[in-house]
């Protein structure tokens, strides 16, 4: 059990590894692209969108009413209504509603460009393979663990039974004894 369990752990160390290669082979790819080409011009649009659309958001979630029934909420310890409140407040502000669509749009422009650039090039496709392939040792190592476990479990509902059943039968066998036969006479 303690080995399946360590090759779970390493299977998501790995696992681990491989995405963060993979994300910083993507920047390398990406960031290696002229913003004067089609994709480096997506990309600075969708970018500087994502930054927009981020200082709304934080621009709408500190302003002194927010923040006032935010305070309010969380005295109140009422999760719920904080994050309705937080929704609510993002959705009604307009101007985190127009920087949102504008990062809808770049986006829809971005992700296409983004994943045949990606697509395009053969180390991104190896390090890709790669992820999946720890994506899938994981899934293996957990499910090995997940077997063995329930394998224990069972053996160990087994072995209550068995000594159940053996507490029985030894408490029906003291009880077909006849009385006073376990005593010496004189």
Known sequence: MAELNKAAQQAKKDLQAAADALKKLETRIEDAQPSSSPFGKARDI?????????AAR??????????EKYDRAKQAD???ALASLRK????????????????????????????????????????????QNK????KDAEDALRKAIVKQHEAATEAKKAAAAAA???AAASADQPPGSHRHHH
């Open 46 to 54: 969708f970018r500087a969108a994502e930054k927009q659309h981020a």
């Open 58 to 67: 934080d621009q709408a979630l500190s302003t002194p009413e927010y923040k």
């Open 78 to 80: 009422d999760t719920s």
């Open 88 to 131: 609510q407040t993002l959705e009604g502000d307009a101007t985190v509603q127009a920087t949102a669509a504008k990062l809808k749009q770049a986006k829809g422009v971005y992700e296409p460009l983004r994943t045949a650039l990606l697509e395009g090039d053969d180390d991104w496709a190896a390090a890709n393979e790669e992820l």
């Open 135 to 138: 994506k899938q040792a994981l």
């Open 168 to 170: 029985a039968a030894q």
